[in-house]
Each structure stands twice: as structure tokens, then as C-alpha cells.
């Protein structure tokens, strides 16, 4: 009697689950049923602006088409109509100014914020009586202090405890700086570069004091010579610089200031070059050595060196040094016991020769190719026709001893004397005509060791000066003043070496030492526009 309700509790949870059960199925089917009318609803909504869109595009998309081709390799058809539309000019300037000022509006529509804080714009107050930032105070009635002073108050102590902004937090200012001033010299190079040639430059006159000069890439860095560098020369036409050492090479390169890229070197077998030098006209190179009357012509548009063992009329062991006439007609031989030979360039034999009293150490073409000046060890100056083969004037450098270079300008304006105590004297080219005794007009003495390199620049602005006996040994002198330029060279490091050769471009634009380390050391003067 007791177990009989059992059963009837047992029905009543049953069927109190039941409706429970068949509601939540209903559900379901219910929701079901919603999502796929929805899935359905946005398929149709999703083909039908997908037929919209086709009809409006009329076919195939043309960017899809210009994909595609490039995909599958129709890159020519894809170049030509890319071409043709950057060569499409705008109609009218407003349609390019509407559509800037449409671009603009849109990318400030786009950079707004989403959402602004009023309290961003209070400026945030530090309160300075806190133990950590008492030291800061500069007085008592600083009790608070705004954020970017607080900054700024900071960095100023840290600062002075340091002596100064370190090295670390000037580097990107200093990048910076040096990023635009790079930026601004490449394009001053550019517009060098686009202007070489036979253009005369419309420069103002050179001030003296400081020269605008910049340290470029070495001219030979693609491939530096095995020993010291015997000569260095621009091309009379062309951007190329030819340089020459005792490791028997000659190299050429082109000159551009950035990569300046080899063009070739030649080797000449057991062959020392003790000077090379370009013909007048550029298409050959004339190289002479250390130990006999050998020398080398190499013909640059034929690509074929020539040796010159014998030469009809020179009586000489040895040939060492020489130079070239400006109109390309004729080689100065230096000879031993005082002879300068004439040696013509197209037979190749002596026509005439000078003597002088002693021994040569340097001599010169005028500008006109009509006088020869030589200088003798005696410290003896001597010029000579070239025509007559006579001696026209002859004077002594003021207080030489012994002489050990010579150079004249290409204006007909100066001579310059070098002498073994570093004294350079220069002259007047006219009163060494005219005059029986002429006096230098300047005597520079910023030298202490022989002066074995003389050059002047294309408008007789600029007078180099080098020894190859002391590092460094290398000035620049301004013409008229006749004063050394303060800023050349930097002495903060060794950088120039023993000075070898010395030259400048045709126009002025690149100056190039040759040094005893193998290398052709080059420098874009600034004030000059062309190459």
C-alpha cells in the first residue's frame, strides 16, 4: 500500500516534460527556417548588385583585363598603354587643381578623430614639491610646473652636467642635415654633369679666404694602384682622369664624383711610369719611365700601345720627363746635361734643341705653344723660341739656390718657381718679357720642403702647391691675393699623404691629387659650374 503513489508521481514528471520538449523543437525549426530565408535573401540581393554592376561596366573590368594580361605575359601591351597614359597631358590646369583640392578634402575627412578629449588640450601641471623634483626648483614659489618646461629643464641639466649635447642626440639632427646638404650638392653635381664640355662657365670671381670644397669618393677607388701614384690628368675634352704609377699601370676612369667607374687599365711589362701624360687632342697617352729612353704611346680610340724605342736625331740614354705642346705638334724631351729636345709627334724625331746651362728640372709651354721657359737646378730661368730654337730672355729666381719646378698659367698671366727651401715664387709672364731683372710679386712660404708639384687652375684663379717630401704638404693659393686658402686642407686627419701630382679639370669643377699611397684623391670645388 505504501509503494503505490510511486508510479503516479513518475507520470506526472513525464508529462510535465513533455511540452517542454516539443516547444523547444518548434523553436528551432523556427529559427532554422529564418536563417536560411535570410541566407536566401541576401544571395538574390548579392546577385542582383552583382547583374547591376556588370550592366553598368558593360563587360569586363579594364583593370581586371590589364591584370590578367600581365599575369599571363602580355607585359609589352600593358607597358605601351601605361606609357600612353603618363604621356597624357591635362586639358585644363583647374582639373588638376579641383581634383587636388577634392584629394585633399577627402584625406581630412578620413584623418579626423573619431573622438576628442576636452582635457587633452589642458596643459598637464607637475607638482614640484615632491621629494624627486625639489633639486629642479629654481626658487620657492615654483610650486608647479608645466609638463614641456619640466622637459625642457631636464634636458638643459643633463646638458650641462654632460658639457654639452652628447654625440648620440644630435645624430639625428645632424643626419638630417647632412641628408639635405647631400641632397642639395647631388643636385648642384647633376646639373655639373649636364653641362660638361667646351662651355665656358659664367662664375663670379673667386673670393679669397675659404674655397668651397668637398671631399669625393677617391677618382682610382675601383681600383687604387699597388704603389705610389707618379701622375694624375683629366682628359683635355672628356670626364675621364688618367692616372699613372710605378706598379707599370695606367688607368683610366670615369669622373662623376659618386662611382666615378674604371674604364680599363693598361699594364706595360718591366715598365715603371715615371710620367704619363694625355696628347693634346686627348686620343693618345704618352708615358715615359725611370731607366732608359723607352717610352710608351698608347692609342686610345684604336685601343693599341705602342713602344718607341728609338728616335731619330736624341743622343740620349735616358728619358724621363717631358711635356706636350698645346697644339699637340710637338714632345719637349728632358735630355741630360741641360737638353731640351723638339720631337715631332707625327714623324717622331728630333727637329731642333735648346741647351741650357746645368742641369733641366722643369720647363713649360706658353699658352700660344711660341715659348718654351725652363728652369734650371741653378735656379736660372730661361725661354727659349721654339721657332728660332733661340734664347730670348734669361733671369734669375729671386733668392733660389736650387730650383725645383716650374709652371706657367693658361691665360698668359703668371709663372710660378718652385725652389727646394718650399719657396714659390710667382711672377708676372709679362715682366719676364720685358724686363731685365723682374721681381716676383709674391713669394709664398707655406712650405717648409721642397716644392716638387705646381698647377694652376683653367682661369688662373687658384695656384696648387704640393711636396712630395712631408705629409700634408699641399696648399691651394688664391689668385690675385696670392694668399692661402684657410680651409684646405683639414688637419683634423691625415688625408692627402705626400702630394705625387696635382691637377684640376678642364673647367675647374674637380681637383685631384695623386699620392704615395696609390691613391687619386679628388675634391669638387663648388664655386665652379662646370666640369
Not at 683634423?492 to 705626400?498: A, S
Amino acid at each position: 500500500m505504501m509503494e503505490s503513489p510511486a508510479p503516479v508521481v513518475r507520470k506526472q514528471r513525464t508529462r510535465a516534460k513533455r511540452p517542454l520538449s516539443v516547444a523547444s523543437a518548434s523553436e528551432e525549426r523556427g529559427k532554422q527556417q529564418r536563417h536560411a530565408e535570410l541566407c536566401a535573401s541576401e544571395e538574390r540581393d548579392k546577385q542582383q548588385r552583382h547583374a547591376e554592376l556588370c550592366a553598368t561596366l558593360g563587360g569586363e573590368d579594364a583593370s581586371v583585363r590589364r591584370l590578367e594580361e600581365l599575369v599571363f605575359g602580355a607585359e609589352e601591351r600593358l607597358a605601351d598603354t601605361l606609357a600612353q597614359v603618363s604621356r597624357a597631358p591635362l586639358e585644363d590646369d583647374e582639373v588638376c587643381s579641383v581634383s587636388s583640392e577634392d584629394s585633399d578634402a577627402r584625406q581630412h575627412h578620413r584623418r579626423r578623430a573619431v573622438w576628442e578629449d576636452e582635457e587633452d588640450e589642458l596643459e598637464e601641471e607637475i607638482d614640484m614639491t615632491h621629494r624627486f623634483r625639489r633639486d629642479m626648483k629654481k626658487s620657492d614659489a615654483e610650486m608647479k610646473m608645466s609638463k614641456q618646461k619640466l622637459q625642457q629643464r631636464l634636458k638643459d641639466q643633463f646638458q650641462k652636467a654632460m658639457g654639452g649635447t652628447p654625440l648620440w642626440a644630435e645624430q639625428e639632427h645632424t643626419r638630417r642635415r647632412k641628408a639635405d646638404a647631400e641632397s642639395e650638392e647631388e643636385e648642384e653635381e647633376e646639373d655639373l654633369l649636364r653641362r660638361t664640355g667646351n662651355f665656358i662657365g659664367s662664375s663670379d670671381t673667386l673670393p679669397k679666404g675659404t674655397i668651397k670644397i668637398k671631399k669625393c669618393l677617391d677618382a682610382n677607388s675601383e681600383s687604387p694602384a699597388d704603389s705610389k701614384l707618379t701622375s694624375v690628368q683629366f682628359h683635355p675634352s672628356a670626364q675621364i682622369l688618367m692616372t699613372s704609377s710605378l706598379d707599370h699601370s695606367i688607368s683610366l676612369f670615369q669622373v662623376d664624383g659618386k662611382t666615378n667607374a674604371k674604364i680599363q687599365t693598361i699594364r706595360l711589362e718591366q715598365f715603371p711610369v715615371h710620367r704619363a701624360s694625355f696628347s693634346a687632342d686627348g686620343e693618345q697617352i704618352v708615358a715615359t719611365g725611370w731607366r732608359n729612353k723607352l717610352f710608351y704611346i698608347y692609342d686610345m680610340l684604336e685601343g693599341r700601345v705602342t713602344p718607341v724605342s728609338r728616335v731619330r736625331g736624341l743622343n740620349e740614354q735616358k728619358v724621363s720627363d717631358f711635356q706636350v705642346s698645346p697644339d699637340g705638334k710637338f714632345l719637349l724631351l728632358f735630355g741630360s746635361s741641360g737638353f731640351l729636345h723638339l720631337m715631332s709627334s707625327k714623324t717622331r724625331e728630333v727637329v731642333r734643341s735648346m741647351k741650357l746651362n746645368g742641369k733641366v728640372c722643369a720647363a713649360a709651354f706658353t699658352a700660344d705653344g711660341s715659348k718654351v721657359f725652363a728652369s734650371s737646378e741653378e735656379g736660372e730661368v730661361f725661354v727659349w723660341d721654339v721657332q728660332s730654337s733661340k734664347c730670348v730672355k734669361r733671369f734669375e729666381d729671386d733668392g733660389c739656390v736650387r730650383a725645383t719646378s716650374l709652371a706657367l698659367s693658361r691665360d698668359g698671366s703668371y709663372l710660378a718657381c718652385g725652389s727646394q727651401a718650399g719657396v714659390v715664387n710667382i711672377y708676372s709672364q709679362r715682366d719676364c718679357l720685358l724686363d731685365a731683372e723682374p721681381k716676383p710679386q709674391k713669394a709664398v712660404l707655406n712650405l717648409l720642403t721642397p716644392v716638387t708639384s705646381l698647377s694652376f687652375n683653367s682661369s688662373a684663379e687658384i695656384l696648387s702647391i704640393g711636396s712630395r717630401h712631408a705629409d700634408e704638404a699641399n696648399r691651394l693659393v688664391h689668385l690675385p691675393s696670392f694668399t692661402v686658402f684657410s680651409n684646405y686642407p683639414q688637419f683634423q686627419k691625415k688625408t692627402i699623404f705626400q702630394t705625387q701630382s696635382v691637377d684640376f679639370s678642364p673647367r675647374s669643377g674637380f681637383y685631384s691629387v695623386a699620392n704615395n699611397k696609390g691613391h687619386a684623391l679628388l675634391f669638387r670645388l663648388l664655386h665652379y659650374n662646370d666640369f
